[in-house]
């Protein structure tokens, strides 16, 4: 089991989630240089939060790959929040930054199948999705983490 977060690695994580939000991807190096910290806390932060499963390093540059529910490399789901685009890991999570940010989202993603547009998103607290829209989980949720990229 992973020691628990230290109030640096909150810290990070909370600067993370905030230039995801402000519609940037995080760096290490930007992160340092929003909390003033030296190279190797952050470092050992994002280490610690990875092992927690809070975000997912990119395996070749250990930069976030996945702050969940945002995702740092293009996604088939671009969701529309506070003027601007983001992306989500999957279906849930592109539902999950409406939930994070207690707001409204909308986003577009072909169906996998038909390969036609869905709108869905979440409007007053209330999702919605085209009508007939279907949600398809192929990994059970005690897998995800199994090969959370796949997932």
């Known amino acids: 089991m992973a020691a628990p977060l230290s109030t640096t690695d909150l810290r990070v994580r909370r600067e993370i989630l905030d230039t995801f939000v402000a519609g940037h991807i995080p760096t290490r190096i930007g992160v340092m240089r929003a909390l003033d910290l030296e190279y190797a806390d952050v470092a050992a932060s994002y280490a610690a939060l990875a092992a927690t499963h809070v975000i997912v390093a990119h395996p ?3 930069e976030v790959w996945m702050a969940m529910p945002f995702s740092a490399v293009p996604t088939p789901f671009s969701v529309m929040v506070r003027g601007r685009s983001v992306w989500a890991n999957c279906v849930w999570d592109a539902f999950g930054i ?7 989202v909308s986003f577009v993603t072909p169906c996998p199948v038909s390969h036609q547009p869905i709108a869905a998103g ?6 919605y999705a085209a009508p007939g829209a279907v949600v398809h989980v192929g990994v059970p949720a005690p897998r995800w983490w199994d090969d959370i990229g796949y997932t």
């Open 98 to 104: 409406a939930a994070a940010l207690e707001t409204d």
């Open 60 to 62: 070749e540059t250990g």
């Open 122 to 127: 979440v409007r007053h607290g209330v999702a």
